[in-house]
């Protein structure tokens, strides 16, 4: 079984970048879609973006942090990558890592992940 552990957030100002990072255990992450979802206060847990597990593409769903948001992966490392750049308040949330096994990377709901970390805290002040 895949355990996944987010790491990176924290509080930062408007504008600032931050890259959280999720390492898998008890398992290579070659073979699963990866991606991050995020939760803020009082909402429902929305897809942020996903990585396929081929490492042939890349899939962002929300128009607020395309352009903004890059996922990677290093599967030599067992690690994928959210970087955020020019962060902004609304992006405040609780960032989660998720992977499912071989599946589409255009999978966009949370109960199609299999596999999830913690969490981690992103905060942005104005």
């Known amino acids: 079984q895949v355990q996944l552990v987010e790491s990176g957030g924290g509080s930062v100002q408007v504008g600032d970048s931050l890259r959280l990072s999720c390492t898998a255990a008890?398992?290579?992450?070659?073979?699963?879609?990866m991606a991050w979802f995020r939760q803020a206060s009082g909402k429902e847990r929305e897809f942020v973006a996903s990585?396929?597990?081929?490492?042939?593409?890349?899939?962002y769903a929300n128009r607020s942090v395309k352009g903004r948001f890059t996922i990677s992966r290093d599967n030599a490392k067992n690690t994928v990558y959210l970087q955020m750049n020019n962060l902004k308040p609304e992006d405040t949330a609780v960032y989660y890592c998720?992977?499912?096994?071989?599946?589409?990377?255009?999978?966009?709901?949370?109960?199609?992940?299999?596999?999830w970390g913690q969490g981690t805290q992103v905060t942005v002040s104005s």
């Open positions: 990585a396929s597990w081929a490492s042939t593409g890349t899939y």
């Open positions: 998720a992977a499912d096994y071989r599946g589409s990377y255009t999978l966009t709901q949370s109960y199609e992940y299999q596999y």
């Open positions: 008890g398992g290579s992450l070659s073979d699963y879609v």
